[in-house]
């Protein structure tokens, strides 16, 4: 049945009524006008810097006189050497445990479905947001301050800082849980708990493990800079060779840790693909949360169209003959043995082993476990150094041009790696990349760039180019083609197929059809990652400014190994501010590009 419009037509003569302009095209004007800005910074910051690959191979023999001074490269005792690399992987699965934990009520209280307000909304994001805006490094120095020398500060400061980013990522499975589950839990009376553990956490379970582990990989980068602060470890030792000069030895823990970090993203890589299965590779965990979803409803819809025969094992119905089958009794206590499966057999082995690496972590951390009782008489001392916040000598001027080298260094940073992410993640991707070999090549290459920790880079590219922004953006941008390249391969092989075979099959190229059907999906996720990585580049511009990668870092250093606190804490204060407002306006686009 076709319906009539009853809107009154126009009368003769009078022009024709014209439809407002939607406010979502307006604030999709607004979001395009500022995104075509930031592209113009990054382009002017680029300019600024002048990166010259003529300049940098010019200046090469700087690089070849530096190793033919240092010559070979120089270890510690084989003994010593253990000591450090189990010291460093404690310390960082302790941190990354601890913000794992932590992260579970921050989670609960930010997504939408789960929170009892929004005023816990709110305060959850906040803390999110806020704990993702404090560099790990800041945190280490005050827990330096507060505890003794050791492992325990750098827990402490992983694990705190880590909470933003993984409540986020918790909070956002949640959000995409089937409530089917859980509303069947509270009709039956259940309790909050009860709907947490047995209608929650077994569908987000995959999703949080896998994060833990990308942030654990995270971490183990990013537990070099904490060395430099006195954080125990290989970073400690690696600060403590280039600050007496000994590059050999310097160089040579700096091998050790690219080959562990290395190491821990294939390891890593390995348990989510034994997690997952086969669809580990094919998306995203939302993406594998919804098929599985959809799997199971399938199988619902199945067995409520009527019964099934299942290789001679009928339930009821019909049997294999045809006949007719009383159903099978099964007693309670039978009903609630679960028979020892290969993946049941499997999933404990694995739980068991998570905990014993735990448990070790822990152990071989050596944390004193009495300065939890004795720092608290710390806490006002250590808060009223950094109150109130000044610049000290240097000015709030020079400061704060020191901040917008930083902002700049960021920038151009995640312009360098967005144009090479580009062309790498695509080639990552399976259904862009012309063969499987193309693929498999290209997402290993991404893998061995995630494995290089900024800072050890920056280091090396500080020896060829001297100090300044150019050693800190390039180590950046490195570093951003690593993380932006991986999340832009597992976007596009999450796009809908139909409009690429669509493309295809009118006789399109390989290239037509990722420039029309691909791309054009895929644009709004990468959006969101490019702003995801300039969040990440602006905290990390500022940790490589400890090194002299140029930018507010250097002030940041100096002022903690001096006890300038309070200049510490209106550096705080100012990266906090650029965070917020970066966080903002990612939000903002992503809200408008939905």
């Not at 253990?82 to 934990?101: D, R, S, Y």
């Not at 945190?139 to 992983?158: E, H, R």
């Amino acid at each position: 049945m076709s319906t009539v419009s009853t809107a009154p037509a126009p009368a003769r003569g009078s022009s024709p009524r014209v439809t407002p302009r939607p406010r979502h095209d307006a604030q999709r004007l607004a979001a395009g006008i500022c995104l075509g800005v930031l592209v113009v910074l990054a382009i002017l910051a680029l300019i600024r810097i002048d990166i010259s690959l003529p300049a940098m191979f010019g200046e090469s023999s700087n690089a070849q006189r530096f190793f033919a001074r240092v010559g070979g490269l120089s270890f510690p005792p084989a003994t010593e050497l253990l000591t450090l690399t189990v010291q460093t992987l404690g310390l960082v699965i302790a941190g990354t445990v601890l913000a794992a934990v932590l992260s579970v009520p921050v989670a609960y209280l930010a997504a939408s479905n789960t929170t009892p307000g929004r005023m816990w909304m709110g305060l959850a994001r906040f803390v999110g947001v806020f704990t993702r805006a404090i560099p790990d490094v800041v945190l280490a120095m005050v827990f330096v301050l507060m505890f003794s020398l050791g492992a325990l500060p750098g827990i402490l400061a992983i694990g705190i800082h880590s909470i933003g980013m993984i409540s986020k990522l918790f909070a956002d499975a949640i959000e995409q849980i089937d409530e089917g589950p859980r509303l069947a839990i509270r009709a039956a009376g259940g309790s909050k708990w009860q709907e947490f553990s047995a209608g929650i956490l077994p569908q987000v379970m995959p999703s949080w493990v896998a994060t833990v582990l990308h942030r654990n990989d995270i971490n183990l980068r990013g537990s070099v800079i904490l060395g430099f602060v006195g954080v125990a470890g290989l970073g400690l030792a690696m600060s403590n060779a280039f600050k007496s000069l000994d590059y050999s030895l310097g160089l040579g823990i700096a091998l050790v840790i690219f080959l562990l970090c290395v190491l821990m993203e294939i390891v890593s890589s390995a348990v989510r693909v034994s997690m997952l299965g086969d669809q580990a590779g094919k998306g995203g965990l939302v993406k594998l949360m919804q098929r599985r979803r959809a799997a199971a409803g399938g199988t619902r819809r199945r067995n409520r169209q009527g019964p099934t025969a299942d290789a001679g094992h009928t339930t009821s119905g019909t049997n294999a003959s045809g006949t007719f089958a009383s159903p099978t009794a099964v007693s309670p206590t039978e009903a609630l043995k679960r028979p020892w499966t290969g993946r049941r057999i499997k999933n404990v082995l694995a739980g068991w082993t998570a905990v014993a690496v735990v448990v070790a972590a822990v152990l071989v951390s050596d944390i004193t476990w009495g300065d939890f009782l004795t720092f608290w008489r710390e806490v006002p001392p250590v808060a009223t150094s950094f109150w109130p916040p000044n610049f000290g000598s240097y000015g709030f001027s020079k400061i704060f041009a020191a901040m917008l080298d930083t902002i700049m260094i960021a920038l151009a940073a995640t312009l360098i790696a967005f144009v090479f992410s580009l062309l790498i993640g695509s080639l990552a991707a399976r259904n862009v990349a012309p063969t499987h070999g193309t693929r498999n090549t290209f997402r290993m290459l991404l893998v061995v760039i995630r494995g290089v920790p900024e800072v050890i880079l920056a280091i090396v590219l500080i020896v060829i180019t001297g100090l300044g922004s150019q050693a800190g953006t390039i180590a950046l941008a490195f570093g951003g083609i690593g993380l932006l390249g991986k999340l832009i391969a597992d976007s596009f092989e999450e796009v809908p197929r139909g409009p690429e075979r669509a493309i295809t099959a009118s006789g399109a190229s390989r290239v037509q059809m990722f420039a029309a059907a691909t791309l054009p999906q895929g644009a709004r996720s990468l959006v969101g990652h490019t702003f995801y990585l300039l969040d990440t580049n602006i905290r990390a511009a500022t940790l490589l400014g400890i090194v002299g990668g140029g930018g507010v870092g250097y002030y940041l250093l100096n002022a903690g190994q001096g006890s300038n606190y309070q200049l510490v804490g209106s550096i705080v204060i100012m990266i906090l501010v650029t965070v917020l407002i970066v966080e903002g306006i990612a939000m903002w686009m992503r809200k408008v590009f939905r």
